[in-house]
């Protein structure tokens, strides 16, 4: 069956071909490397509520968009959490929870992040939480409880995700800052750990211009890659 006149065939393109290759190989060569990102802990839990979705639709993927965003930009080593999931993350290495305007959550949810907090967590609650349940949750004089006003600017997502990450010791190892001092909107970074004790910085720069970007650390990276 021949293939559609603008559909590229690589088998019939020898130079492509052979670069293709090369590619594979240089990241077979590199494994190592690609797997400590890949493999890397993500000890941050941006908490997802479905409840509060439903209730406010758009506009709290929108400001959870936002914070999954500020948290990428910031190096910070994230996952998503469903919170009907908390009861069921036992030994899952998660040491940060963050929520942003969840006034409606599942029956369970507060009981389970006061267990999570008596056990050392930190749960970092940005704008509302549980506000429209039946018996709103009190956290005030929880240990490892952070609350923050609603701001959506990057800089203020950022900021709680931070404190949150520094109080429960997962900041990164190292920090990528653009020419103004600051993290850049668009630059996405990771850390990742050999064995040795070498630290693998993945950068991505998803902004539409280049960048100049500072690295600072205190750790032996490995040789760069491009």
Known sequence: MSSAPNELDIASDMPLL?????????????????????????PIALLYSSKSRQLFGDSYIDALRQLYMSALFSGAPIQLLDERQLASRKDSGLKA????NCPL??????????????????????????????????????????????KLDAASLERAILCAAQSAGVRPSLD????SGGH??????????????RAVLYICNYS????????????QLVDALS
């Open 18 to 42: 052979l670069q293709s290759g090369r590619t594979a190989a240089k990241i077979r060569s590199h494994s190592e490397y690609y797997r400590a990102v890949a493999d890397r802990q993500t």
């Open 97 to 100: 929870i963050v929520s942003i």
């Open 105 to 150: 959550t599942e029956q369970d949810t507060p009981a389970e992040i006061r267990k999570f907090c008596a056990a050392g967590g930190i749960f970092a609650q940005i704008g509302d939480f549980g506000t429209g349940n039946q018996a709103p949750p009190r956290f005030d004089k929880m240990s490892g409880y952070q609350k923050s006003p609603l």
């Open 176 to 179: 990528v800052t653009g020419s």
């Open 184 to 197: 850049t909107q668009g630059v996405e970074w990771h850390v990742g750990e050999l064995k040795d004790g």
């Open 208 to 219: 539409n211009r280049e960048q100049t970007l500072t690295v600072k650390t205190q750790k």
